[in-house]
T-cell receptor, first 108, second 115 residues
């Protein structure tokens, strides 16, 4: 099965950098997703890591270490609109299992 | 623009009723998923399907069944709704494994209340 851990809540200041960690234990691994979900809305795709290393996409970057079962999402130049939940999800052979999500609050 | 459409945004049903939640995708995706989302528990996988007429149990299939008669449509059925099935239900689809764009595309969700 899959076990995915991420912090429940985080608070950061507008303009700052925040790192959201995700650790996982899995019986099969075919990639790791990060999704953003604003309150009352559906999750939207941010990143997908299959190989070790850092993937950068604008203000958002995602890192994966398969040997450590560890990933992080890095958000730079935080904006108020980045206040949302961030979901880490592991892709097994066919199914995708989500963590409970990290609620990020950006404050002025 | 890719689209996953769920038939209802809000639904109110009574205990014991049979409930159908419908999901349609227009991206010719092989994989379709049903999740429920509850505060503090995140998204939990109920059932998924990787082909027409194929279905696999997820992590919490009890009390649910599914149907995939056509590639574009994946239905979630609550045979006899109970109050603990009050939740936000999210449908998602993705292309086959190994495709270049394997991410999940989500519908807007159905908030189901069972009274």
């Amino acid at each position: 099965g899959q076990n995915i851990d991420q912090p429940t809540e985080m608070t950061a200041t507008e303009g700052a950098i925040v790192q959201i960690n995700c650790t996982y234990q899995t019986s099969g691994f075919n990639g790791l997703f990060w999704y953003q979900q604003h309150a009352g809305e559906a999750p939207t795709f941010l990143s997908y890591n299959v190989l070790d290393g850092l993937e950068e996409k604008g203000r958002f970057s995602s890192f994966l270490s398969r040997s450590k079962g560890y990933s992080y999402l890095l958000l730079k130049e935080l904006q108020m609109k980045d206040s949302a939940s961030y979901l880490c999800a592991v892709k097994g052979y066919q199914k995708v299992t989500f963590g409970t999500g990290t609620k990020l609050q950006v404050i002025p | 623009d890719v689209k996953v459409t769920q038939s209802s945004r809000y639904l109110v049903k009574r205990t014991g009723e049979k409930v159908f939640l419908e999901c349609v995708q227009d991206m010719d995706h092989e994989n379709m998923f049903w999740y429920r989302q509850d505060p503090g528990l995140g998204l939990r996988l109920i059932y998924f399907s990787y082909d027409v007429k194929m279905k696999e149990k997820g992590d919490i299939p009890e009390g649910y069944s599914v149907s995939r008669e056509k590639k574009e449509r994946f239905s979630l059925i609550l045979e006899s709704a109970s109050t603990n099935q009050t939740s936000m239900y999210l449908c998602a689809s993705s292309p086959r494994q190994g495709a270049t764009n394997e991410k999940l595309f989500f519908g807007s969700g159905t908030q189901l209340s069972v009274l």
